[in-house]
Nanobody, 126 residues
C-alpha cells in the first residue's frame, strides 16, 4: 500500500494551492488521511485530517478558515485546499495514514500514522 502526494509549488502570499493525496493498494478499506508538514529546521506539525465519514480534525489554529480537506472515494483521493497562503505555510507537506478510520487525537497520537506519501514542497514567497 502506498500514498502519493502531489500539487505543491511556488505561490505568492495570499495565493492558493491544492494538494492531492492518492492511495494505492488499499482495496475496499476506508481509512483516515492526515496531512502534516515540516519546514527546514522545524519540528513536524500535524495540520489536519479527514476520517472515514469525511469529518475534519484541525490540529493548527493558524490554518482554520484557510485550509480545507475533502475526499473522493470513487477516485480514492484526498485533497487539501489551501487559500490565503502565508510565508509561514512554507514546508514539505506529507499525507499519511495507518489504515484506521480514526484521525489522531493530537499530534502525539499522529505517530501511529506510519504510511506516508513522499511529500510535496509548498513555497510561499513574493
Amino acid at each position: 500500500v502506498q500514498l502519493q502526494a502531489s500539487g505543491g509549488g511556488l505561490v505568492q502570499p495570499g495565493g492558493s494551492l491544492s494538494l492531492s493525496c492518492a492511495g494505492y493498494g488499499f482495496g475496499d478499506n476506508v481509512y483516515a488521511i492526515g496531512w502534516f508538514r515540516q519546514a527546514p529546521g522545524k519540528e513536524r506539525e500535524w495540520v489536519l485530517c479527514i476520517n472515514d465519514i469525511k469529518q475534519t480534525t484541525y490540529y493548527l489554529e493558524s490554518v482554520k478558515g484557510r485550509f480545507t480537506i475533502s475526499r473522493d472515494y470513487i477516485e480514492d483521493t484526498v485533497s487539501l485546499q489551501m487559500n490565503n497562503l502565508k510565508a509561514e505555510d512554507t514546508a514539505v507537506y506529507y499525507c499519511a495514514t495507518d489504515m484506521s478510520p480514526i484521525c489522531p487525537y493530537d499530534a502525539d497520537d499522529g505517530k501511529r500514522f506510519d504510511i506516508w506519501g513522499q511529500g510535496t514542497q509548498v513555497t510561499v514567497s513574493s
